[in-house]
């Protein structure tokens, strides 16, 4: 049974910092590209950050470029997204996705999410 558990999320003060973890089972992860993604009533989920299966390679959203760091161990089969200078406009729910690229089988797993809320 493949299971993504987000934990990390909470009421942080602007300009403050948290630290996002997501811990799998069920899945191999060195095969999977890693990302966060985060959702907001009423809009679409949008992609916050990636990190591919080996070699480390990042891509960042435009709007946590600089602030945000996204980061895995595939021996601890856990993905971080750690968060600093968050903004109001940061506040949102936060979701681990594990997507399995070719050339193995694609597969697509996503946490329950942990609600992020920036607000002084």
């Known amino acids: 049974q493949v299971q993504l558990v987000e934990s990390g999320g909470g009421l942080v003060q602007p300009g403050g910092s948290l630290r996002l973890s997501c811990v799998t089972s069920?899945?191999?992860?060195?095969?999977?590209?890693m990302n966060w993604y985060r959702q907001v009533p009423g809009k679409e989920r949008e992609l916050v950050a990636s990190i591919a299966n080996v070699g480390g390679r990042t891509n960042y959203a435009e709007f946590v470029k600089g602030r945000f760091i996204i980061s895995r161990d595939n021996v601890k089969t856990t993905a971080w997204l750690q968060m600093n200078s968050l903004e109001p406009e940061d506040t949102a729910v936060y979701y681990c996705?594990?997507?399995?690229?070719?050339?193995?089988?694609?597969?697509?797993?996503w946490g329950q999410g942990t609600q992020v809320t920036v607000s002084s």
């Open positions: 069920g899945i191999t992860l060195w095969r999977y590209e």
């Open positions: 996705n594990a997507k399995q690229l070719p050339p193995w089988a694609p597969a697509d797993y």
